[in-house]
């Protein structure tokens, strides 16, 4: 029994070595990452020739924020962040056609309802974070 549990065993361990079809190398293109938490809302983007228009709504009680934006390895096309409040008033609004480390930005007075993004044949890795504060 002692050795039918060993080969087992053996098998079980030699059959997880191997991640076949599983590339680690290239990041996934063209598919967001999106996080939305009641006071916070994160999104990424690794985009290749990536055209779309999204909306997400938020769940803010704070009208203090924390706005944190970073585009790299920017090619091409167009790209927009915007913050939206009630009846889709723009709290905040930045182009993303560039390479940008944007540390913080703080805004108050204003409880954000919606985060608005739009990518144009985007090209390049986007991350944007808002958090209340």
Do not use: W
Request: aromatic share 10%; charged share 10%.
């Amino acid at each position: 029994m002692k050795n039918v549990f060993m080969l087992s065993l053996s098998l079980l361990l030699f059959s997880c070595g191997q991640e076949s079809g599983v590339n680690t190398a290239n990041p996934v293109l063209n598919t967001p990452a999106v996080g939305n938490t009641p006071n916070s809302f994160g999104y990424s983007l690794n985009a290749n020739a990536f055209t779309v228009e999204d909306f997400y709504t938020l769940s803010f009680s704070s009208d203090s924020l924390s706005i944190g934006i970073t585009v790299t390895g920017y090619v091409s096309g167009e790209g927009m962040v915007e913050i939206l409040g009630e009846a889709d008033s723009v709290i905040y609004s930045m182009s993303l056609n560039r390479n940008i480390a944007l540390g913080e930005t703080t805004l108050h007075g204003l409880t954000p309802q919606r985060v608005h993004l739009v990518f144009n044949k985007y090209s390049g890795s986007v991350a944007v974070a808002v958090s209340g504060k």
